[in-house]
């Protein structure tokens, strides 16, 4: 059964710091690129950062200089570190895994979700 636990959201200051982490079970984590992704209430659910099996990563324009996104293959955790946070980093943080197989199959899980509110 595959698991994608997410932890670490809570309120945060503006300007201020937060870690989230992911722990996956039941995938071949290192073959997965792992993601975060975000939904603000009313909007779409956009791409924050991903971190491929090779360790290359990719974020979206918003992230980009205040988010890390790293991975622990011997822990098979994914985290992703925001600084600088705004108002409108508001949202609920998903975490996914996601795989092409040898055949085209694509094998995508995601985590339920933690929520993360900026917020004086």
């Known amino acids: 059964q595959v698991q994608l636990v997410e932890s670490g959201g809570g309120l945060v200051q503006p300007g201020g710091s937060l870690r989230l982490f992911c722990a996956a079970s039941g995938i071949r984590f290192s073959l997965h690129t792992m993601a975060w992704y975000r939904q603000a209430p009313g909007k779409q659910r956009e791409m924050v950062a991903m971190?491929?099996?090779?360790?290359?990563?990719t974020y979206a324009e918003f992230a980009k200089g205040r988010s890390a996104i790293s991975r622990d293959i011997a822990k098979d955790t994914v985290s992703l570190q925001m600084n600088s946070l705004k108002a409108e980093d508001t949202a609920v943080y998903y975490c996914?895994?996601?795989?092409?197989?040898?055949?085209?199959?694509?094998?995508?899980?995601w985590g339920q979700g933690t929520q993360v509110t900026v917020s004086s």
């Open positions: 996914n895994s996601n795989w092409i197989g040898p055949f085209g199959y694509e094998f995508d899980y």
């Open positions: 971190i491929s099996g090779d360790g290359s990563t």
